[in-house]
């Protein structure tokens, strides 16, 4: 190959590569992290780090690589990533004097196929201490998510993917009842809360080319049926009756029973069995509640002003499987009303109104 040839190639790559880094650079504002560097920071001896970008007390430092030999590559980055960032906490770039309790390293590959990806991961996995790396294409979902429920729900589930873990702790505690389901394998616990608090750290668990497992089983949310419900329903201070079904992480829950206290001051009170009544607190973590079922009613909370109760049913299943199976027997198996009833119930409920007549 010539000399104007490879010029030309290395122009283009360099361009490719400039033109990623600042749409990336773009995408992380509008996610509205706290900081966003420049592009390119230049190292004192070679080379430089293509964005550094922070949140929630953590560095999230940023490789870009587009070209050819993405494994050798990858290699490179494995080893310069912890010499950039001792730079980047000792050198006056914005990052010197932060807070930092967690450090996450992004590797982007936008041309690899998904073989390619597979096996960088696979690289990774035989490498100590490479939990903190994650091997991306792009933050396209996450820009998605954005767009149909609002920056800040976006930017936390990134976060969550990631494996960050909130800098301040929050929770909140709620009257519930316990009780055993699914052949004694799960506990459900039912209690009423503010949907707004809950809506902070509910996610919506979701498919996508980096979770191809049973822990992403569930469907996008549509931002139009979120404006629609919080325009139509919340804002009129209207009221969900039907339950929300989430799945809740066991090590971020606590419950304490009320048993012994009802036993010591009701007469002849007899405790249901493998039921219990009790106080339930749930830290509030990015990985604490996902929603199985109801994520349009909750989420349309983070579009109204106003806030309201919210009926939950929360599970803590042990084994994934049976969970996802759980979420598709709800989703596919029950029957669809039928409109013609709908109508019925509107005559019998509200025989004054334009639909009961």
């Known amino acids: 190959m010539s000399d104007g040839l490879e010029k030309k190639k290395e122009n283009n790559y360099t361009k490719d590569h400039d033109e990623f880094c600042i749409n990336l650079k773009n995408q992380f504002e509008a996610l509205e992290f706290e900081i966003t560097s420049n592009i390119n920071i230049s190292l004192p001896k070679k080379g430089d780090i293509d964005l550094v970008c922070y949140d929630s007390e953590t560095i999230i430092y940023i490789e870009v690589k587009n070209g050819e030999n993405v494994e050798g590559q990858f290699d490179h980055f494995l080893v310069k990533r912890l010499d950039d960032l001792e730079y980047l906490k000792k050198q006056s770039t914005g ?4 807070t930092t309790t967690q450090v996450k390293y992004l590797f982007f590959a936008p041309k690899c196929f998904s073989k390619t990806l597979d096996k960088l991961n696979k690289k990774k996995s035989n490498q100590p201490d490479t939990s903190d790396i994650f091997v991306l294409r792009n933050l396209n979902e996450f820009m998605e998510l954005s767009t149909q429920v609002l920056p800040s729900y976006a930017k936390r589930e990134l976060l969550r993917t ?28 039912q209690f009423t ?49 039907n339950n929300v079904i989430l799945k809740l992480d066991k090590e971020n829950i ?6 012994a206290v009802l036993k010591k001051h009701i007469t002849n009170y007899i405790s249901p069995n493998d039921i219990k009544t009790g106080s339930l607190t749930i830290a509030m973590n990015y990985n604490s509640a996902f929603i199985i079922d109801g994520q349009h009613r909750l989420l349309s909370y983070l579009l109204s002003e106003n ?13 994934k499987i049976q969970e996802a199976r759980y979420f598709v027997d709800i989703n596919s198996k029950a029957s669809k009303v039928s409109q013609n009833l709908i109508w019925d119930l509107h005559g019998d409920l509200s025989p004054e109104s334009d639909e009961g007549m």
């Open 254 to 259: 606590t419950f304490k029973s009320y048993e």
């Open 162 to 189: 990631l494996g960050v873990t909130p800098p301040k702790s929050d929770e909140i505690t709620v009257s519930a009842i316990q009780s055993k389901i699914l052949g004694n394998k799960a506990l459900m616990y």
């Open 95 to 98: 990052f010197k004097n932060l």
């Open 193 to 241: 809360c503010s949907a707004k608090s809950l809506a902070k750290f509910a996610s919506v668990p979701r498919r996508s080319e980096n979770h191809k497992n049973t822990n992403n089983y569930q469907r996008l949310v549509k931002g139009s049926r979120l404006k629609e419900i919080a325009s139509q329903h919340i804002s009129l201070k209207k009221d969900f009756v």
């Open 307 to 319: 806030d309201g109760l919210i009926r939950v049913s929360g599970l803590v299943v042990d084994d």
